[in-house]
């Protein structure tokens, strides 16, 4: 038996696959600043008290209620609702659930617009584990100084707590993205034209299935690849750079 | 038109929850050997091995599952292998599986301190050996806690299958929410499905890591 490749057959069809792999980055880049806002919003809910000394003992998650915290209760509730059923369930299920569930609730959405909702919804939810790990690994010293110079709460978060925070996890940070941006090469079961819902397009043009889905996941390789890059030259040199020294 | 009650859709659904919950187990144990394999290569100083074995986490972790259970079905088609979606799901999903967990393990017994290596050797231990009795009983206690918390991951990763064609819980959701055209509730079980089987081992997870940590 002889098997044969022909990606000439594929690579033929090369719009398709830079117009998929626009649509990947431009839902990615959406998804993650929507995404990031929104972990960065749950993790300030869910953070205990700005972090309650090292934060490298046990007990992430164990102290409920009166724990310093300035968020209300029941936002704590909703949120960690929100985390969890987030966490705990696969993104095509989500996904699904906007896009064929939310019509039926009144809510009707394109295909494109469902998967960047479902991508940043996704993102947001373990985004705000992750960032919460680094708030609460804020030394107690920091606030208290930050307190006795009379700062606000506001100002303590956004100038204090949160860029070294962002900086200690940033790397786990990049890691969720690509997944998100791997993710999304689900949202082509709805009918969003990405990367992945390409390669179903080409093999049904020229029955080159295989090839066509080797040439995608190369150019996933490539995409993961060039994002880690992109991501960490954009860590060093936005989000933490300034206060790298400090 | 034939009415669904909503104990149909709940007994349908736990029906095809039998076969996630197999698949992932399928793909968590396949997984876990081949992971294990690999980790053993990279730790020997066979030539060229941990580039190998590098290059397949990067592979396997930067492709999407999507695009990796594609390529199994209809690779495993064109090598001329009668594919079906239990053949086709259970081999992707355990290499994807494989990459993930030999890169956790690796992580593990990374965090052993290479005195113990040096000693070992200096007592004239095989590599065998040190694997057997100085490195396992120490990196499985790291070990437990990420492994255990990555088959969540596994069981959402099985719903990916649906995409080929095979039965579990999400294809069955569909279907009947294209039954039933009340895909609203359909999706809320299905989703509340994968909860109920997902949040008690995250929590299982979390507590183990937490037990860990009270440990050090």
Redesign the interface.
Known sequence: MKIQLDFVAVLAEWPLLLTGAGWTLRLTFAATVVGLLLGIACAWVRARGFGSGAGVGPGIGSVRGSDGSIAPAWLKTVVGAYVELIRNTPFIVQLFFIFFGLPAAGIRLSAEWASFLAMAINLGAYAAEIIRAGIEATPKGQIEAAQSLAMSRAQTFFKVVLPPALKKVWPSLVSQIIIVMLGSSVCGQISTPELSSMADLIHSRNFRAFEAFIVVGVMYLLLCIALRQLLNWIGSTFVFGRSAGS | MVDFTLWDIFRNLLLAGRWSVALSLIAFLGGGVVGLLLLVLRLSKLPGAPRFVAAYV??F????????L??AY??LG???INTSPWVAASLGLTLYASAFLTEIWRGCVAAIPRGQWEASSSLAMSFHEQLRHVIWPQAKRIAIAPTVGFL?QV??????A??IGFMEL?KV??AI?NATF???L???C??LM??CI??PI?LYA?SL???L??QR
Not at chain 2, 61 to 68: D, K
Not at chain 2, 155 to 160: D, E, N, P
């Open positions: 990067q592979v972790q930067g492709i999407p599952l999507l695009v990796q594609f390529l209809y690779g064109l090598v001329g969540v069981i959402k990763g099985t719903a990916l649906s995409v999400t959701g569909k929410s009340n895909p609203f359909v999706f809320s299905v989703a994968y909860f997902c949040y995250s979390k890591e937490r037990k940590n009270a």
